[in-house]
T-cell receptor
């Protein structure tokens, strides 16, 4: 089975712009979670989608949003980019989203905001 | 309450040694504790995980020890190898897919 894929792998944007990141989960996985990884804050949970519904949300401002499509693919959008949004954005998928379901991470999208 | 505190931040061990990474949590509602391994340029990968009703779990050279009363858990790597050099994250989860991660430990195994 192919792993979790994320596109694009690298992005450079300027402050004030918006960006959309894409995640394709492992085939058959219905839960997709997004995390932000920075050297200062580490790995922080953004949100989780299951069957096109947001089930969990982390403590990020409303500029961060996401959605999930019927084929379980997910997108994450960040509007009005700030310098502090520069980070590695990781997507993880799991089968049913149960607490012990293993989350499989993609390689991430490296976002740089100038 | 949602934090997971991980130590040390970095660790250097000789090949064959037993690195130990420690984590502590406050939220007693956490019910699943996975450890992830991350290599440069890659996403984290699940290494081993434990539920709080178990005090120890071994998978190959990796062992989790869990102390529910102290709200602490640790990762031991037996017979460590240079290929184990990576960043290790402990995490905790409560009832769903929302993982709360520790700050990470950069482990270096010298040959």
């Amino acid at each position: 089975k192919a792993g979790v894929t994320q596109t694009p792998r690298y992005l450079i944007k300027t402050r004030g712009q918006q960006v959309t990141l894409s995640c394709s989960p492992i085939s058959g996985h219905r839960s997709v979670s997004w995390y932000q990884q920075t050297p200062g804050q580490g790995l922080q949970f953004l949100f989780e989608y299951f069957s096109e519904t947001q089930r969990n949300k982390g403590n990020f401002p409303g500029r961060f949003s996401g959605r999930q499509f019927s084929n379980s693919r997910s997108e994450m959008n960040v509007s009005t980019l700030e310098l502090g949004d520069s980070a590695l954005y990781l997507c993880a998928s799991s089968l049913g989203g149960g607490v012990t379901d293993t989350q499989y991470f993609g390689p991430g999208t490296r976002l740089t905001v100038l | 309450q949602q934090q997971v505190k991980q130590s040390p931040q970095s660790l250097i061990v000789q090949k064959g040694g037993i690195p130990i990474i420690n984590c502590a949590y406050e939220n007693t509602a956490f019910d699943y504790f996975p450890w992830y391994q991350q290599f440069p340029g890659k996403g984290p990968a699940l290494l081993i995980a434990i539920r709080p009703d178990v005090s120890e779990k071994k998978e190959g050279r990796f062992t989790i020890s869990f102390n529910k009363s102290a709200k602490q858990f640790s990762l031991h790597i037996m017979d460590s190898q240079p290929g184990d050099s990576a960043t290790y994250f402990c995490a905790a989860c409560q009832g769903a897919q929302k993982l709360v991660f520790g700050q990470g430990t950069r482990l270096t195994i010298n040959p």
